[in-house]
């Protein structure tokens, strides 16, 4: 909960929120919470949390995941309204600042994900295929959330943006290692030559 907690708190106490508009404010707080949510799911669904059954975690899971979005949807809305020439910018790619696009490819990835998670069912998608597909999702949306957050010099603390990074990686990194549904050589099968 500290991992969490720090980088919004240093966040509040930034001397670089005296200028800005509240709506810029609300923006960009949105993004931090939906950063942190990114470490959470995770461990959620790894059952790496304590007090949370498997069918519990999977639920809060899903839950988290809509905050997800709807932080994601806050954090672009937010700066729309302060920006909207910037945020076209950076919707179609073409920004100068090299974050926007880390920013938005971790956004459609969010979205994507969020859509494969509704019309899975529809979709008729294999478990060990939607596993695959989320997984690289998450790992896209945590690796181009973490440049995204590494390359903004804003209001978030170094330390407890540094921190929060590496954590959202490794939680990430280790769930793609527990499910193993990455292909591996099958024990003592030969290798061909």
């Keep these: ?5 720090v980088p919004l708190a240093a966040a509040a106490f930034s001397p670089l ?5 509240p709506v ?5 707080f949105a993004g931090i919470v939906a950063f942190a949510l990114l470490l959470v799911q995770p461990l959620l669904i790894g059952g790496y949390l304590p007090g949370a059954t498997h069918v519990r975690a999977r639920r809060i ?3 988290v995941g809509i905050l997800l979005v709807l932080a994601v949807l806050a954090h672009v809305g937010g700066l729309w309204i302060t920006s909207p020439p910037d945020v076209i910018d950076a919707l179609l790619l073409r920004s100068p600042t090299p974050f926007s696009v880390w ?3 971790a956004m459609w990835a969010v979205f994507v994900t969020a859509l494969l998670g509704i019309f899975r069912k529809k979709l008729k998608i294999r478990p060990r295929s939607w596993r695959l597909a ?4 998450a790992l896209l949306i945590v690796l181009g959330t973490v440049i ?4 903004i010099e804003g209001t978030m603390e170094t330390m407890s943006k540094a921190v929060l990074c590496l954590l959202a990686i490794a939680a990430t990194l280790k769930i793609a290692v527990d499910f193993r549904i990455w ?9 061909r030559s």
């Excluded at 995204?148 to 390359?151: R, T």
């Design 1 to 5: 909960m500290l991992v969490i907690t």
């Design 17 to 21: 929120l005296a200028w800005r508009q």
């Design 24 to 28: 810029y404010i609300v923006a960009g």
């Design 61 to 63: 899971h899903w839950a």
């Design 103 to 105: 920013g938005v490819l």
């Design 134 to 137: 989320h997984i690289a999702l």
């Design 148 to 151: 995204h957050a590494l390359l």
């Design 183 to 191: 292909p591996l050589r099958q024990a003592g099968k030969p290798k």
